[in-house]
């Protein structure tokens, strides 16, 4: 089967910005922000207004929780995903503190400082065989500068999906339903969406709307 691809203008020069790393030269500890105590009480004040309020995350609007003692580091985050490496690790979530629905919460509200919350279209096209040879081509190349890592409890990972590809390894859950592991996912549309990507690209950002699907995502 012949196959040809378009012609296009080969990078010869280095690319110097904190996104064009290699997952060799990367640890964990450099991507991650360690929550302190006073992040800790600022969750505290907004779980002790959820239970006052009863809010959940079905009543729970974009006016709800600011967070604005903490505002300083939540930027600091926020600049480190848009403008930095674009991948940034939040660790010493307070899983035991909070019941399950009151860190679905706090998840969304930490989030939703960075962006409006939208459900993801899962609508796709069929790829083409060149499509298909280019995509294992990219993989083969992006395993040689990937960043492996392994997610603990209590730690959530944002990343930007116009900088970053991740995915993650399979694993066997607990067959107790009290150990299995808890995990939320939630996507951000940011007000510094404008970046330039290819046409195919930009259209599945364009199609996304609407609100955060509220439901915890138990993954087996």
């Known amino acids: 089967m012949e196959t040809s691809f378009a012609p296009y203008k080969i990078q010869t020069k280095q690319i110097k910005h904190p996104r064009a790393w290699d997952g060799k030269d990367l640890t964990k500890d450099e991507v991650a922000f360690d929550l302190g105590s006073r992040h800790l009480e600022a969750f505290d004040r907004v779980i002790q207004e959820v239970r006052r309020r009863s809010v959940t995350l079905e009543s729970a609007s974009n006016e709800d929780f600011q967070l604005e003692d903490i505002q300083d580091d939540v930027q600091l985050i926020a600049d480190r995903i848009l403008n930095g490496r674009g991948v940034v690790i939040v660790r010493g979530w307070p899983m035991d503190r909070y019941t399950e629905a ?22 796709g096209d069929r790829l083409t ?41 399979p694993f066997e859950d607990w067959p107790e339903q009290e150990r299995r592991r808890f995990l939320l996912r939630m996507w951000l549309r940011t007000s510094q969406e404008k970046q330039p990507v290819h046409s195919s690209v930009r259209r599945f950002y364009d199609t996304m709307a609407g609100n955060f699907s509220p439901s915890p995502a138990k993954v087996i």
Do not use: C
């Open 102 to 123: 009151e860190n679905a919460l706090l998840y969304w509200a930490l989030g939703k400082q960075w962006g409006q919350p939208i459900v993801q279209s899962w609508k």
């Open 129 to 169: 065989e060149l499509q298909r040879e280019a995509l294992e081509y990219f993989h083969t190349v992006g395993d040689e500068l990937k960043f492996t890592f392994m997610l603990e409890a209590g730690e959530a990972l944002f990343v930007n999906n116009y900088a970053i590809l991740h995915d993650r390894a």
